[in-house]
């Protein structure tokens, strides 16, 4: 379990720095308990590392995985939750939801339009963008919708 954790971890990092494809076949292969190979394509990379947990696991490993994979981001965009409020500049405050935003992009893999339930989520970020400012909150609500989608 601890291993699965701290390749869960090592995936977060790689993810960064774009080279986590390797990593990622490499540690979380699409075993045939997990998921049949029609359905491979319809699950994000953070679906299928959960699901890949619950079938190593069982629900100890979805939990173990959603807080391997969520802690950086939501300390990352709760930080940003307490500084928004803090700051004088809008154009400042812009730029820190456009972050947000592209992170939660990219953390999510939404722009992987091979799955209908992206869009969804795409609708989601922009309508967050432009009238919601807790970005933490909404960090909660994708990782809930992930966790959703794959039971």
């Known amino acids: 379990m601890l291993h699965f954790i701290y390749d869960v971890f090592v995936y977060?990092?790689?993810?960064?720095?774009?080279h986590d494809q390797g990593y990622f076949e490499k540690h979380f292969p699409l075993g045939d308990e997990a998921f049949k190979i029609k359905d491979a394509e319809k699950y994000t990379k953070y679906s299928r590392?959960?699901?890949y947990g619950v079938s190593q696991f069982g629900y100890l490993g979805a939990i173990s995985a959603n807080i391997a994979l969520s802690i950086v981001g939501m300390i990352l965009l709760f930080g940003i939750d307490l500084v928004t409020p803090k700051i004088q500049s809008y154009g400042l405050e812009l730029i820190l939801s456009i972050f947000s935003f592209i992170f939660c992009i990219y953390k999510f893999d939404i722009l992987f339009f091979k799955d209908r339930r992206n869009y969804v989520k795409f609708l989601f970020l922009t309508y967050n963008l432009l009238l919601f400012p807790y970005w933490s909150l909404v960090y909660l609500f994708l990782i809930i919708f992930e966790n959703i989608t794959i039971v």
């Open 49 to 51: 590392i959960v699901k």
């Open 12 to 18: 977060n990092v790689l993810k960064l720095s774009l």
